[in-house]
């Protein structure tokens, strides 16, 4: 079965750090790209970070660069999203999905609350 | 750069059909056949339901239709049923600058 599972999650305080994992099973992983994508309480989906199969290239929205990090390991077939300097505004559910001409393939999500 | 542009809710009736636009610009929608949309049920993760403008990812209802004129793409849903009642979002690719961009969301209700 294909699927990604997402894990990491949790309450931090304005300015730590949280690192985020995503493991992948169930296709060639370095086939596709992988994506992170948040939706803060009550809002809507908002593209975080993208990285290519290799890991060779990899893509931030505005809102979280020079902040956030997002690298995989393929070795291990997970992504990870490195969230430093931590804003009350990241205080979202992080979804990971599989990417390639769209996002087809979702996990659940982990919630992470950054809060003082 | 911005979001992309959906209502922020629609509603009809079972049987009937609705049509949701996604306008962007010609840097993203204009530019690119690269328009997905996603179904989103409440405390549910999204669900792609249109990929690439027009297809469908396999075993997603043909009730849903995409398409896409200049700046704007369209996701129809017809024969409308109680299950579509769920938020719809559009997104389109961007370019490396910004890669994703996702609408705001729509809010279907069937009455």
């Known amino acids: 079965e294909v699927q990604v599972l997402e894990s990491g999650g949790g309450l931090v305080q304005p300015g730590e750090s949280l690192r985020l994992s995503c493991a992948a099973s169930g296709f060639t992983f370095t086939s596709y790209a992988m994506s992170w994508v948040r939706q803060a309480p009550g809002k809507g989906l908002e593209w975080v970070s993208s990285v290519s199969g290799s890991g060779g290239s990899t893509y931030y929205a505005d809102s979280v660069k020079g902040r956030f990090a997002i690298s995989r390991d393929n070795s291990k077939t997970t992504v990870y999203l490195q969230m430093n300097s931590l804003r009350v505004e990241d205080t979202a559910i992080y979804y990971c999905?599989?990417?390639?001409?769209?996002?087809?393939?979702w996990g659940q999500g982990t919630r992470v609350t950054v809060s003082s | 750069q911005s979001a992309l542009t959906q209502p922020a809710s629609m509603s009809g009736s079972p049987g009937q059909s609705i049509t949701i636009s996604c306008t962007g610009t010609s840097t993203d929608v204009g530019k690119y056949n690269l328009v997905s949309w996603y179904q989103q049920h409440p405390g549910k993760a999204p669900k792609l339901i249109i990929y690439?403008?027009?297809k469908w990812p396999s075993g997603v209802s043909n009730r849903f239709s995409g398409s896409k004129s200049g700046n704007t793409a369209s996701l129809t849903i017809s024969g409308l049923q109680a299950e579509d009642e769920a938020d719809y979002y559009c997104?389109?690719?961007?370019?490396?600058?910004?890669?994703?961009?996702f609408g705001g969301g729509t809010k279907l209700t069937v009455l």
């Open positions: 690439e403008v027009t």
């Open positions: 999905a599989r990417d390639q001409v769209a996002m087809d393939v």
């Open positions: 997104c389109s690719y961007a370019g490396t600058r910004h890669y994703w961009l």
